[in-house]
């Protein structure tokens, strides 16, 4: 089955690392015009040059409403269009007991996080989704399916994105909003979790190994293809089978 992003226009958060740099090269190389966001302006550049081919940058905070609206603005200037927008910025400034979290620290997480998403995709629908139905893809956690110490606050937030998944679905159809849930996934976000459980709990998992960025892009890449027609309102998870491992 050959899946391809031919004639389409992306925009993927948090673009310039991680699995949001995977998910942009991987959209590009299936065919899609792609526009990355993030904070820092040089590391954007990198990951363009880096990735290649039809593909655009824009700085700002995802957090940000006016960024939102701004760089949904700046896609379709650039490629006429917007067909696919991939929510993936996301933050982690706290980690420990939930109920011992600071204010400034919970509101960023959610600001990020939730309300990010929100803007990001009212910004898409007001401007090209309305009238040209498309896709919005959340990158949600499986934490958001599950309890663990320490990250309670970031995995509340990602619980909210997998139910607002279901509800965007469910108000803007016939556009598609669907959900991927990574495990582990080696990126310089997860580097703390990495170095302190990776080998541990790659050793517990079926598969053998954690997750890598690319094995996210790919399942997005599925998502947002005319293959996945469909599909909308369900969360993916991808962990390498961690859910499934016993003990």
Not at 107 to 117: A, E, I, M, S, Y
Request: glycine residues 14%; charged residues 20%; proline residues 4%.
């Amino acid at each position: 089955m050959q899946v391809s992003l031919e004639g389409k226009v992306a925009l993927v958060t948090g673009g310039s690392k991680g699995i949001g740099k995977a998910m942009a090269a991987e959209m590009v190389a299936s065919g899609a015009s792609v526009m990355i966001s993030s904070r820092k302006q040089e590391g954007l550049d990198a990951a363009a040059a880096e990735i290649g081919g039809d593909i655009a940058t824009f700085a700002g905070n995802a957090g940000d409403p006016d960024v939102a609206a701004a760089c949904v603005d700046a896609t379709i200037e650039r490629f006429g269009q917007l067909d696919v927008l991939v929510n993936n910025a996301a933050t982690n400034p706290y980690y420990g007991p939930t109920l011992d979290v600071d204010g400034p620290r919970f509101d960023k997480t959610f600001q990020v996080n939730l309300h990010g998403p929100l803007l990001w995709a009212h910004a898409a629908y007001e401007r090209a989704l309305r009238d040209r139905p498309g896709v919005i893809i959340n990158i949600a956690s499986v934490g958001g399916l599950r309890v663990e110490g320490g990250l309670g606050v970031y995995n509340l937030t990602k619980a909210a994105l997998i139910h607002l998944t279901r509800q965007l679905a469910h108000e803007l159809g016939p556009n598609r909003v669907v959900g991927i849930a990574p495990g582990l996934v080696d990126t310089d976000f997860a580097a703390v979790l990495v170095e302190n459980f990776g080998d541990r709990l790659a050793a517990e998992m079926p598969l053998g190994r954690l997750g890598r960025p690319e094995d996210i892009a790919h399942l997005a890449v599925f998502l947002a293809s005319d293959r996945a027609s469909w599909i909308t309102g369900e969360t993916y998870v991808i962990d390498g089978g961690a859910g499934v491992r016993g003990g």
